[in-house]
C-alpha cells in the first residue's frame, strides 16, 4: 500500500505485506489524519467495490482525532 499526496507527490504512508485484507488497510490508513491531517480526497487504482469499505473503516478512526 502506497499513500501519496497528489501536491507534493510525496509518499506518506507506505505498508508492505503479501496480502492485505480492508482491515490491514483501514490500519496502515489510521494514523495519517494525524500526521497529514484529514484528506480532501481518497482515490483507489484496486477497483471501485474496496474503497467504500476502506474508507468507512479509516474515517471512523478519524472522526474522533
Given at each position: 500500500l502506497t499513500v501519496l499526496d497528489v501536491y507534493t507527490r510525496e509518499?506518506?504512508?507506505v505498508e508492505?505485506?503479501?496480502k492485505m485484507n480492508e482491515h490491514d488497510v483501514s490500519d496502515a490508513?489510521?494514523?495519517l489524519p494525524i500526521k497529514q491531517g484529514k484528506p480532501e480526497v481518497i482515490r483507489s487504482d484496486d477497483g471501485l467495490n474496496a474503497l467504500p469499505r476502506i474508507y468507512r473503516l479509516a474515517v471512523?478512526?478519524?472522526?474522533q482525532t
Amino acid at each position: 500500500l502506497t499513500v501519496l499526496d497528489v501536491y507534493t507527490r510525496e509518499a506518506v504512508c507506505v505498508e508492505l505485506q503479501s496480502k492485505m485484507n480492508e482491515h490491514d488497510v483501514s490500519d496502515a490508513l489510521h494514523p495519517l489524519p494525524i500526521k497529514q491531517g484529514k484528506p480532501e480526497v481518497i482515490r483507489s487504482d484496486d477497483g471501485l467495490n474496496a474503497l467504500p469499505r476502506i474508507y468507512r473503516l479509516a474515517v471512523e478512526g478519524w472522526d474522533q482525532t
